[in-house]
């Protein structure tokens, strides 16, 4: 398959899918109302998403991510709590916020530290820790949510009739397109997915790119699981549970190879969209959320066999 056809099927599947949904559903569909609706929802996966871009291109994987997003949301609601004495004021929930960030950046160091140290598989780790994080969660208040009312302007926010998630979700994909293009660690991400011996033997200090790589997305997801916690007024022990299919499918269907070294921003933010419309598209459709995951799964089966079948004919056309 053209590479070029290749890059742009994400996106015009989407646009078939919003060409569609409009035809079929244009009173509820093609309103401004739905679509920053489908906007703000898609701002915690998306910036989660934007991480595992990273970790994708650079061959890696992490199962662990919804789990992650659970943890920090219950680590930043109880540290709210906690110094406010439970009557929640700004101060308590700028420090609250920046506690469930840092949360985040402690998970993502811990996975990429056993990895890069034990030489164990990306895979492994992350579903050991996938456990670990979603067990504390429950352990942290006897598996009941810590509730945080006022809680509200990352989730509800708005700026100039913007939502303040959407905003963050655009900052955040700017900085991320920005890192990935013009700075070392970017580059670093995709010679360390196409090749990792190449990469060390070329000087590149791969542990320490690495725990850099899923530090920087166990960052994203603290920041993404207060944005969630925000938009329920409450952390939740079960947040996030397969947070990390929809995630992972959209870095895939946004064109990043499962076997690294390829794939781009770009592309994750359009598999993000393609897949919260798609399940928007299902809701207002009346179709049930179990259809919608066998849905998804179609589509990242899909997605992937499109890619071991230009892989496999790239490399027979070189040999």
């Not at 492994?124 to 820790?129: E, N």
Request: net charge positive; aromatic share 8%; hydrophobic share 50%.
């Amino acid at each position: 398959m053209n590479k070029m056809i290749r890059q742009m099927l994400p996106f015009g599947t989407l646009i078939l899918i919003v060409c569609i949904l409009s035809a079929i559903k244009p009173d509820s569909f093609l309103t401004l109302d739905n679509f920053l609706n489908v906007l703000r929802r898609s701002s915690v996966n998306g910036i989660i998403a934007v991480g595992m871009t990273f970790i994708i291109i650079s061959a890696g994987i992490d199962l662990s991510v919804g789990s992650v997003a659970a943890f920090c949301g219950m680590a930043g609601a109880w540290t709210m709590l906690k110094v406010s004495g439970g009557d929640l004021t700004a101060g308590s929930m700028v420090i609250g916020t920046l506690a469930g960030m840092f949360a985040g950046l402690v998970c993502g160091f811990f996975n990429g530290t056993l990895i890069t140290s034990l030489k164990l598989q990306p895979f492994i780790v992350t579903l050991g820790s996938m456990s670990i994080f979603r067990g504390i969660s429950y352990v942290m208040h006897d598996g009941q949510p810590f509730n945080v009312p006022q809680y509200k302007y990352l989730g509800e926010g708005v700026i100039a009739g913007v939502p303040v998630s959407i905003i963050i979700f655009a900052l955040v994909t700017g900085v991320a397109a920005f890192i990935m293009k013009y700075t070392r660690l970017g580059r670093y991400t995709y010679a360390m997915g196409s090749n990792q011996q190449a990469a060390f033997h070329a000087g590149i200090n791969v542990k320490k790119n690495l725990v850099a790589i899923y530090s920087l997305t166990g960052l994203l997801v603290g920041l993404a699981a207060m944005i969630l916690t925000s938009r329920t007024v409450s952390a939740q022990p079960t947040a996030g549970i397969q947070l990390e299919l929809d995630v992972i499918a959209a870095v895939v269907i946004g064109g990043a190879s499962l076997s690294g070294g390829c794939g781009g921003i770009t592309g994750t933010i359009i598999g993000t969209l393609l897949i919260s419309f798609l399940r928007n598209g299902c809701t207002l459709l009346g179709i049930s959320t179990n259809v919608q995951l066998i849905v998804i799964g179609i589509i990242i089966i899909a997605a992937v066999a499109i890619d071991q079948v230009a892989r496999s004919k790239a490399a027979d056309s070189t040999n």
